[in-house]
């Protein structure tokens, strides 16, 4: 784990911070997010240094020391896991960045099925795979926050780098989509329309997305802290939802999660 | 075999996902792309979901494409279950698709192809030398993403669609101030075809088929036959019985073949080269000045046509934009078993998609077979080709020209093990 006292971490205040991105099981939309951090590609790229991304540049020091390592995607294989140990111990801080990567997101759909038959529907022969079940960053080693999101936020984009070049601990927003909803004023499909919204369990950071586009939130920001999975899935099944169906919208995003778990097994 | 007869480009950078290279210089015919990045059993685990989260989970397939994914599958969905939509959605969708064509166009020749031209290790370290087209680059690519953004409520993985149509309409204002914005990157659009043509491509010639899909109106995206230069036509819904897959053990990703046939090409290149006279004037025009004639059978010129496409896809949205009043409509779907496919033209090209719907609107079985795939075979039929061509050059020459080559395919290793 990070030790401070490190030689390696010597000096590296005085410099740019070194960042470097590694991309594991995912549709690496957050790394695009990220090269096209906007209108703010160019001046941020003035003061941080890219060390290591492979999307963004041939080469790169993959054995760190890095400042803080950005990590997209899941955990699917064992090798993923043990470079990210690696990677941990090369870095300062380590960030998850988007949904796959801080709580499974869309490839951990596949954990709710046994892995075999996942694994047999798509190729005849499975004898040359090594697919572990999907899991999320901080299954495997300690982390710094996470930008959540899929793709990630931009508004936790924003803190993370601007508390990274002031030296300060970024805030991540703690509530769920519901309070940025009523923020915007917008009409609740749930209780207008009986649309089943998740956005009272989802993490708030996309501004209410979904119900401001006239649609239920279907969590792609993945679990609020200490949501309480078990109410919504009850009022899920009051509105007339089948098993199945309330199963798949606590599925969708953060299946290994234990927040959304009560909800998945109502 | 030594060390020196043994090119192993490991984890190609500026490609999307994870990809080496491995060259026997003794024998082309051990050229093989290992496409090392983790299979992600899309096809596996959509089985059991509902018919409605099909787009927006397939959208995760990919980062550059996810509105081509999203919308191939939503298409495949509505074919299976019988779902008919408005003009406006037909034409809505057309005009998302090409805004992220033309985006994903963008990234890949200033970010991931132009570095190669310039001998630079990448977009960063190329700044200095063309500080006008990274100007460029960003300002062309926050307008196509905020097009597609207006229609899908974001650029990426948008949230809006839906089987059936839009869940809501942006005010008709915010369409006009985007045909201005786009009339206003019009001239960049030009700037790009001259930036890219000014490139100097290695003179190489491969004896490729070409497939694009086709229609008689206009340079299709969404819809029309699977056309190949060399005489397949086809209706989408033929498409398993022409072509297939193959498994290799050093590639997480499939091979497609047309059935009977070596290889193709699919991609910018393929569809200039097949429906050429179907682009704007105005891009037919620039290919005339840049002195390029297609069909054309060099796959660096991959390259250019994409830029071609740049031109084409922001005239053809203004078009679209200007000649339409788009406003909020009833979806109507209902619960239907049944099976059906749909291909698209994504960046890098043909897109197949097919779904077996349940009658309680739960996905039975789904197949998805991706650009990259059906060029998979191409490219290292290229590569072979340009290795044995250029066999007496220095080592590092070869490697820089493999990895071009690749890159002008400008292939999504994501994509392909989806
Ligand atoms: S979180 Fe979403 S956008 Fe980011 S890599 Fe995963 S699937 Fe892509
Ligand atoms: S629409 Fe959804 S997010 Fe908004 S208040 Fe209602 S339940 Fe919450
Ligand atoms: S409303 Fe929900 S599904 Fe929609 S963008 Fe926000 S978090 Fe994602």
Redesign the pocket.
């Known amino acids: 784990m990070f030790n401070p006292r490190n030689p390696r971490f010597k000096n590296m205040k005085r410099m740019k911070p070194r960042i470097a991105v590694f991309?594991y099981s995912?549709?690496?939309?957050?790394?695009?997010?990220l090269i096209f951090f906007q209108k703010h590609l160019l001046e941020t790229l003035k003061a941080v240094d890219v060390v290591y991304c492979k999307m963004l540049k041939s080469g790169g020091v993959e054995a760190g020391p890095f400042d803080v390592a950005l990590i997209?995607?899941?955990i699917t294989e064992e090798w993923q896991a043990s470079q990210l140990k690696k990677i941990r111990e090369a870095s300062r801080y380590l960030i998850p960045?988007?949904?796959?990567?801080?709580c499974g997101?869309?490839?951990a759909i596949k954990n709710s099925t046994d892995e075999l038959d996942v694994e047999k529907r798509v190729y005849a022969d499975t004898a040359f795979l090594h697919s572990v079940t999907a899991a999320p960053i901080d299954h495997y080693v300690k982390v710094d926050g996470y930008v959540k999101?899929?793709?990630?936020g931009e508004r936790d984009l924003d803190e993370l780098v601007i508390s990274l070049l002031l030296g300060k601990k970024p805030v991540f927003l703690e509530y769920c989509v519901c309070v940025e909803c009523k923020l915007r004023g917008a009409i609740c499909v749930l209780v207008a329309y009986g649309e089943p919204c998740m956005g009272p369990v989802t993490n708030a950071g996309c501004g209410a997305l979904c119900p401001v586009n006239n649609r239920a939130c279907y969590s792609?920001w993945g679990p609020m802290r200490d949501a309480n999975a078990k109410a919504l899935a009850d009022q899920f099944l009051k509105m007339g939802l089948r098993k199945e169906d309330i199963f798949r919208k606590f599925t969708e995003f953060g299946q290994p999660t234990d927040e959304f778990k009560p909800g998945a097994l109502t | 075999m030594s060390h020196r007869e043994k090119i192993d480009i490991d984890y190609l950078a500026r490609v999307e996902g994870e990809t080496s290279i491995r060259v026997e210089l003794a024998r082309q015919s051990a050229i093989e792309l290992k496409i090392f990045e983790p299979p992600r059993f899309f096809e596996g685990f959509l089985v059991g979901r509902n018919y409605d989260e099909v787009g927006d989970i397939v959208?995760?397939i990919?980062?550059i494409c996810?509105v081509s994914h999203m919308t191939t599958a939503i298409q495949a969905i509505e074919k299976a279950m019988g779902i008919t939509v408005s003009q406006q959605t037909v034409i809505l969708r057309e005009i998302m698709v090409i805004s992220q064509i033309v985006a994903s166009h963008l990234v890949h020749l200033y970010m991931f192809a132009m570095p190669d031209y310039h001998s630079r290790s990448g977009f960063v370290e190329m700044l200095p030398d063309t500080p006008k087209a990274a100007r460029r680059l960003l300002k062309m690519k926050e307008v196509m993403n905020e097009l597609t953004g207006l229609i899908g409520g974001r650029a990426?993985?948008p949230v809006t669609h839906l089987p059936g149509g839009f869940t809501h309409i942006c005010p008709a204002a915010n369409f006009s101030a985007m045909a201005k914005k786009l009339r206003n990157i019009r001239r960049d659009a030009a700037g790009v075809v001259e930036d890219i043509a000014s490139l100097e491509f290695p003179d190489f010639h491969s004896d490729s088929e070409y497939v694009a899909l086709d229609s008689q109106s206009h340079y299709a995206v969404n819809e029309g036959a699977i056309v190949s230069s060399r005489g397949l036509r086809i209706s989408v819904d033929e498409y398993r019985g022409y072509f297939e897959e193959s498994q290799v053990p050093y590639a997480f990703a499939k091979k497609s073949a047309i059935k009977g046939r070596p290889s193709f090409m699919v991609g910018a290149l393929a569809r200039a080269n097949i429906k050429f006279s179907k682009l704007h004037d105005e891009a037919k025009a620039l290919a005339g000045k840049a002195g390029v004639t297609f069909p054309c059978d060099n796959p660096f010129y991959n390259n250019l046509a994409q830029a071609l496409e740049i031109v084409n896809g922001i005239e053809r949205c203004i078009e679209l934009i200007e000649s339409n009043v788009f406003k909020d409509e009833d979806r109507h779907v209902r619960l239907h078993s049944g099976e059906g496919g749909s291909v698209t033209e994504a960046p890098r090209g043909l897109l197949y998609h097919w779904y077996r719907i349940d009658r309680q609107g739960v996905v039975e079985k789904a197949d998805i077979v991706t650009p990259t795939s059906h060029n998979f075979l191409n490219i290292e039929k290229d590569l072979k080709k340009l290795v044995k061509e250029n066999s007496d050059r220095k080592r590092a020459e070869i490697i820089a020209l493999c990895e071009k080559l690749v890159r002008a395919y400008d292939p999504c290793f994501s994509c392909s093990v989806h």
């Open positions: 991309k995912c549709c690496a939309g957050c790394e695009f997010q997209e995607g899941a960045i988007g949904s796959c990567a801080v997101g869309i490839p999101g899929c793709p990630m792609c | 959208s995760r990919c980062g996810p990426l993985h």
